[in-house]
């Protein structure tokens, strides 16, 4: 309770999550589970071949690691090419798959406050600060995607990307006494050439899958605002939106795992000054974070024991399933 100073008091919170029926807390349960499940769906669409199970077993295990480790974002990664690579699959195939999911996760990050901000403006009047936070958004989300395209435009580009890389870890591996970097740029060129095919084959079920997981994570948090007892009359679903997209917006710099404190000051202080009462909206943050922050940790616990324990899985490097694409087979 330590990031509630000023807003309420734990005991009124408590009464507030007390007061909830047991349908509602069955219909919460509900979402919450739902939600963890939506992250998989990513994972398989960007990583042709992996099953359900599998992407269950390291998205809940990486997710455990960023919430409770400092760096837990970098180590995560980590943890997911040993994973992959343990059933076969190919540190590209990987790479590709963190490359598209990553960048179509901050697409969203950056899209969401400019949809609550168009809601808004039906709804409402939209506030300066979020109007200009929404116009940021947008102009950081149009540079993204010129990023994007500049990357994959041609070989050409590709090869000097890989080139320029090549180039610095040289000169850290000198640093270590150890050779030149090489391949480098035929590696880029053939990394370009597979996000492509997949991006040509699924970029619309990417899209569609990263719109719900960020969403289903959404109505966890406005399904616990009503259930405490905020109306739609206090806080809109408009405004609810935005609060909790800006909010979002947050966790793209990793201040503390998780964005611990920082998520639940900003939807605390945002859905307050909304015009929910302190007490509701602190005990609505609390109930939320507890299903999405604190909840993936036992679970991302007991998937990281079950991989290394569970050996039916393991497959010899570059085995792993192909699952054919249209129109084309990622490599």
Do not use: C
Not at 71 to 79: C, R, V, Y
Not at 152 to 160: D, H, I
Request: glycine content about 8%; proline content about 4%.
């Amino acid at each position: 309770g330590w990031f509630l100073p000023q807003f309420t008091s734990i005991s009124a919170v408590w009464t507030s999550v007390r007061a909830m029926t047991w349908v509602e807390v069955a219909v919460l349960g509900v979402a919450a589970l739902w939600n963890l499940a939506t992250y998989q769906f990513l994972m398989m669409l960007t990583t042709p071949g992996l099953t359900f199970r599998q992407a269950t077993v390291s998205t809940e295990a990486t997710t455990a690691v960023s919430n409770t480790v400092v760096g837990g974002a970098a180590i995560s990664l980590g943890l997911t090419y040993a994973m992959n690579t343990s059933w076969g699959f190919s540190r590209s195939r990987t790479s590709v798959s963190l490359l598209i999911s990553g960048l179509w996760n901050n697409f969203a990050k950056l899209a969401l406050p400019v949809l609550a901000l168009v809601l808004l403006a039906f709804t409402g009047t939209p506030t300066t600060g979020r109007v200009v936070g929404g116009l940021l958004g947008v102009l950081a989300l149009v540079a993204a995607v010129v990023a994007l395209g500049m990357l994959l435009r041609s070989e050409a580009a590709a090869a000097r990307i890989g080139n320029g890389a090549a180039r610095a870890a040289t000169a850290i591996r000198r640093m270590f006494g150890r050779g030149p970097a090489t391949g480098w740029d035929r590696a880029t060129v053939k990394f370009r050439g597979r996000t492509i095919l997949l991006l040509r084959a699924r970029w619309h079920w990417i899209t569609l899958a990263t719109l719900v997981s960020h969403l289903s994570l959404f109505l966890v948090l406005l399904l616990a605002l009503r259930f405490v007892g905020v109306s739609a009359d206090q806080v809109s679903i408009a405004e609810a939106l935005a609060v909790f997209a800006f909010a979002r917006l947050l966790t793209a710099i990793p201040f503390t795992p998780g964005g611990l404190g920082v998520i639940e000051l900003a939807l605390i202080t945002g859905l307050s000054t909304a015009g929910g009462p302190r007490a509701l909206v602190a005990a609505a943050v609390l109930i939320f974070r507890a299903l999405t922050f604190v909840l993936p940790i036992p679970i991302g616990l007991g998937t990281y024991v079950f991989w290394r324990r569970n050996r039916s899985w393991r497959r010899e490097p570059n085995t792993a399933p192909r699952t054919e694409l249209v129109p084309e087979s990622v490599p």
